[in-house]
């Protein structure tokens, strides 16, 4: 038996041994969004879309599902989606793309997203950025992702996403959890990944940290974000972006709802559906 360590290229790889977990998540939401109605359009809001992976055989479930999405929203660039929050402009169904770790696979999302005129904002972190070997991707993955072996973007690839329309933004160097990690190594997770990216990219304006739970951060890392100068930080906590509730003259907390691409477009809609109903605007621990 071979011991050599490969790539994953296809979501059906990436979901191998958790087979069990998928059935019964599976069943518990397809009999959840059989009674969903269509995502409702009556609430104006922002609702931002994260991404880790877009595999081989997800590219045409993505590209089905922005088909349906652009329905009934407009698509607008990170930027302007924080610019809409904190000037409280939020005057209609908008959603907003973003990835998270930096994969090569990103590239086939984007080429997905140039057929539907969107510009994304991608978190990535220096020092994944050009593992091109399976062997140490492997390394990585285990050890920070709790992966299989994925191949990462290189800056060239990041420089293509720029001129592409995309934006870049930091998820740390190392992809650690930064409530573990001392004054020292917080600053340097935090404020000096904003200028190791920016030697190759340019001005960043945007923060997403690891995990992404309201636990997994905390206030010194908080005053850490408004230090660099980065004018947004994200969470992985899903919910939306409503009018009126938000102090606009902080730097905004984002909630964002993940995406997987392989899963059946009514599971992702349930959720959209869910969170902007009973998720609307929560309050962070930690402002």
């Known amino acids: 038996m071979s011991n050599k360590v490969n790539f994953i290229e296809e979501y059906r790889e990436f ?78 169904n908008y959603i907003t793309w973003s990835s998270d770790d930096g994969f090569k696979n990103n590239l086939a999302a984007a080429q997905v997203f140039r057929r539907f005129n969107i510009s994304a904002c991608f978190f990535v972190n220096p020092s994944s950025i050009g593992i091109n070997n399976p062997a140490d991707s492997k390394k990585f993955c285990r050890a920070r992702l709790n992966l299989p072996p994925v191949e990462f973007l290189n ?24 409530t573990e990690l001392n004054n020292f190594q917080l600053h340097e997770e935090v404020v000096t990944s904003k200028s190791l990216i920016e030697k190759h990219c340019g001005e960043i304006q945007h923060f ?18 408004r230090e660099a100068g980065y004018k947004s930080c ?47 605007n929560i309050a962070s621990p930690w402002k």
């Not at 940290?209 to 010194?220: A, E, I, K, L, T």
Request: aromatic content about 10%; some cysteine.
């Open 234 to 280: 994200a969470t992985a906590e899903r919910g939306c972006h409503t009018a009126g509730t938000r102090d606009m003259t902080a730097i905004p907390i984002i909630q964002r709802d993940l995406v997987i691409a392989g899963w059946p477009k009514r599971h992702i809609e349930f959720f959209m559906h869910t969170n902007m109903l009973y998720k609307k």
């Open 15 to 92: 979901t191998k041994g958790r087979v069990l977990r998928g059935i019964i998540r599976h069943g518990a939401l397809d009999a959840l969004s059989a009674f969903n109605p269509i995502i409702s359009t009556k609430t104006n809001r922002i609702q931002f879309l994260y991404f880790h992976h877009v595999f081989l055989d997800e590219i045409e479930n993505l590209e089905k599902l922005l088909k349906r999405l652009s329905i009934h929203h407009q698509f607008i660039p990170y930027s302007e989606a924080i610019h809409r929050i904190q000037t409280n402009q939020i005057d209609g």
């Open 208 to 225: 997403a940290y690891p995990y992404g739970r309201w636990s997994d951060f905390n206030q010194r890392g908080m005053s850490l974000v």
């Open 155 to 178: 800056w060239e690839d990041v420089n293509e996403l720029q001129n592409e329309g995309h934006e870049i933004g930091s998820h740390t160097i190392n992809h650690l959890r930064l």
